[in-house]
């Protein structure tokens, strides 16, 4: 079963501070994505990226959030400064055809 | 903007119980429908994708409708078990790469 591998499993980091949060999605895949679900919330769509650029994002993808794709494996999700509300599980996904697979997640909390 | 609304948003039932969980959305003009079952602390699973076209999928003891003139879904589960205990979530997708998510039905199935 093919998988989608997310480091950090959790990070505490001061407010204030960047973040980058790592995914490995599945190497075939083209879309790949970021949710996050603030405890107790949703899952809330974050950015959406296909062919090296971002496809959709929502407006809680503002000047604070970046992703990248840097070598062609790994996709990247930054958060330049962190606020406490920022604390939530990250999840990223990539998808193929009708499939769409999730990582485990990366739970940020923010003090 | 597109809503997803589950009911109920928890429900225990005793093992070997048949339960409907329910799904509704605002805008019927949905791409396809996809219900997961995410465990605490972990990613998201997909149980079941509908699409557009169809009215229903099923997979074991999973059976999930689709009525999109009256915005609606239903995940049936047919003899429930303790490793059903979860929760199920559905989600729409707005365009061919947007997932939008419910607020999750938390299941417990007890012995």
Not at chain 1, 56 to 61: A, D, L, N, Q, T
Not at chain 2, 37 to 64: F, H, V, W
Request: proline share 4%; glycine share 6%; aromatic share 12%.
């Amino acid at each position: 079963e093919p998988e989608v591998t997310q480091t950090p499993s959790h990070q505490v980091t001061q407010m204030g501070q960047e973040v980058i949060l790592r995914c490995v999605p599945i190497s075939n895949h083209l879309y790949f994505y970021w949710y996050r679900q603030i405890l107790g919330q949703k899952v809330e769509f974050l950015v959406s990226f296909y062919n090296n650029e971002i496809s959709e994002k929502s407006e809680i993808f503002d000047d604070q959030f970046s992703v990248e794709r840097p070598d062609g494996s790994n996709f990247t999700l930054k958060i330049r400064s962190t606020k406490l509300e920022d604390s939530a599980m990250y999840f990223c996904a990539s998808l193929q055809g009708n499939t769409i697979y999730f990582g485990e997640g990366s739970w940020l909390t923010v003090v | 903007k597109q809503e997803v609304t589950q009911i109920p948003a928890a429900l225990s039932v005793p093992e070997g119980e048949n339960l409907v969980l329910n799904c509704s959305f605002t805008d019927s003009a949905i791409y396809n429908l996809q219900w997961f079952r995410q465990d605490p602390g972990k990613g998201l699973t997909s149980l079941l994708l509908i699409q557009s076209s169809q009215r229903e999928q099923t997979s074991g003891r999973l059976n999930a409708s689709l009525d999109k003139s009256s915005g609606r879904s239903t995940l049936y589960i047919a003899a429930s078990q303790p490793g059903d205990s979860a929760t199920y979530l559905c989600a729409v997708w707005e365009v061919a790469d947007k997932l939008i998510f419910g607020t999750g039905t938390r299941l417990q199935v007890f012995p």
